[in-house]
Each structure stands twice: as C-alpha cells, then as structure tokens.
C-alpha cells in the first residue's frame, strides 16, 4: 500500500533534510540554462541547473557551468542561481547567441512536452581551464543529454567526463534537432559513470540500441543494461510506480515504491530525485536508503509549481 499525501510530503521532508555530512560535498553540473514557460509563469530552468538548486538545499557545495546570452534573461539566469546558494562563477556569456527559452506543455495528467529553441547560449560551453580544473577537484559531477546536441558543449561534456572523479549522467532524452541522433551523441558517455539514471521509456530505448531482451523483468534489465554500461549504480525512474536501483559490485537490485501524490506538474522532479540519489549515496547512505529518500523528495516536488521549490 503506498503512503498517503500527507506521509509523502512528511517522507519528503526526511529525504530533504536528514543529510548532515561532516563536511559538505562540492557538487558541479554542467548544462543548459534556459528558461521553461509554463502555463502558469515563467521558470529558470535546465535539468542540470535544477540538481544544483536542489543539491544546494540538501546542503552540498553546488557550482553550475552553461552559458547565457548578453541578456537579461541570462543576467537573470545568475542572479537566481546566487540567491538559491549555487556558485556563478563557471557560467560564460555568448554575446552572439541569446540564452535559452523553452515551451513547456502541460498536459491533463500534469505530464510535460517541450518546445526548446535552436540554438542558445548553452549550446556553446566552452572547456575552459576553470571547468576543467573544477571537474578534478569536485566530488561529483553532473550532465544530462540535450546539451550534447551542440557540438561546442558536447566537446567540453565529453572532456569533463574523462577528468570526473565521479560522473552521474542522468539521460533524460529531450527532442533534437533534425538530423542529430540521440544515440550518437549519449552511448559513448554511458561508460564509465558513478551512476547512470534514466526512466523506463530511455530503458526501453536504449534496450533497443544494443538489441537487449525488452521481455525482461525489471531487475534483470537493468543487469543485462548494466553488465553493457558499467555504472557503479544504474537507476531507473518509474513515475507514481517509484525507482530500482542495479549496484554493479553485488548486482543487487532495490526498489522504492511509488508515493501517491496530487500532482500539480512533473517538471523537475525527477532532477529533485538525482541530487538527493547523488547527496545521499556522497554521504554513505547505503542505496537503498538513498533511493528512498530521493523517490519521497521527487515526489514531494511533483506537488508544487515549477522545479526548484524551496524544501520546506
């Protein structure tokens, strides 16, 4: 029996603020800097400049590197990333591009689809020596796909991910423009990763590219996957059906049920889930715990507008 809204939001709480590390863990991503209108207002926004929002709020030493237009929605873009706590400093400026707007479309379930303009901003991030020296130092570090669909950010991503201490690639396939394929641009940066996170249709995809069984239970999927990839841990989100979680050194597999919620939209949740996932599992939290936590705080956020609330 899944919990009920009120135990989900008192669950997401826990998730949220329970971590207390000795010392905090310096968290980098690195991506696109856009900004998300909605039905219901206009949101800075990117999946990997929401982990490092959410990152901050659970505590950890977030910096965030994209690139934004002379603007003032890039001039914007910054000014609310310091007031949420998360370092500026590695976010470069494009005079010649305009910093990034997306069309988000919500539909009667609270499900989005997106319309993002091409190109901005962030498809231009440049490997500049301050990344790259942040990418050794950082505890982690975090990407996702759309901002390898320019090929000036996917080169800097692409050197990122072989100076990375540990590399947490959350998939989450957007639209592309014509002509770009998303296996192209996201199989080489499966290998190699501190965790890997996709949902079950991604799954389902990149089962296709390697032609692996897509009769496959869960668990077993995400071993077949895995035993392909590599990752230290490989997640898969499941929506109101909640997450499973392979670990390549026992290749055990934990799951966390789903936690009934009244959704208002879905629009960063699952960004909510991948920084309280990576801060739990920096912190030692065993993986089973941690993907709990995160399901509970991805969940909690599902209940708000936009994708970084603030954590109560």
């Not at 942040?134 to 390898?148: I, P, T």
């Not at 897509?214 to 392909?228: H, I, K, S, V």
């Not at 934990?254 to 879905?266: H, I, L, N, R, Y």
């Amino acid at each position: 029996r899944r919990p009920s809204v009120t135990q989900a939001l008192a669950l997401s709480a826990v998730g949220a603020h329970a971590l207390a590390p000795s010392s905090p863990h310096r968290v980098l991503a690195v991506g696109e800097t856009l900004f998300d209108s909605l039905p219901n207002g206009v949101y800075l926004g990117g999946a990997p400049l929401n982990v490092a929002v959410h990152c901050s709020q659970l505590g950890a030493v977030a910096s965030y590197a994209s690139a934004v237009g002379d603007d003032q929605l890039g001039r914007d873009a910054r000014r609310r990333l310091e007031t949420a706590g998360v370092d500026t400093t590695l976010i470069q400026t494009r005079a010649e591009l305009e910093t990034g707007f997306v069309t988000c479309i919500i539909d009667a379930c609270g499900d989005a689809t997106y319309e993002i303009a091409h190109p901005s901003a962030w498809d231009d991030i440049h490997a500049e020596p301050a990344l790259l020296s942040a990418a050794r130092s950082f505890d982690a570090c975090v990407h996702g796909s759309l901002a390898l669909r320019g090929e000036g950010s996917a080169a800097t991503i692409r050197g990122i991910a072989g100076e990375s201490a540990k590399r947490v690639f959350d998939v989450n396939l957007r639209p592309l423009p014509d002509g770009v394929e998303a296996r192209d641009l996201v199989e080489p940066l499966l290998a190699g990763c501190y965790v890997v996170k996709m949902n079950e249709d991604e799954l389902a995809i990149v089962q296709q590219w390697w032609g692996l069984d897509a009769t496959a239970g869960l668990a077993d999927a995400l071993r077949q996957l895995n035993e392909r990839i590599g990752a230290t841990y490989l997640v898969v989100t499941r929506g109101g059906d909640g997450a499973a979680l392979v670990d390549r050194e026992s290749g055990t597999v934990v799951e966390s049920p789903g936690v009934a919620v009244d959704v208002v939209d879905t629009v960063g949740s699952g960004d909510s889930f991948t920084a309280r996932l990576l801060c739990g599992l920096l912190d030692g939290e065993a993986p089973g715990e941690a993907l709990a936590a995160a399901t509970a705080l991805g969940s909690w956020v599902a209940t708000r507008a936009g994708a970084t609330p603030k954590h109560d």
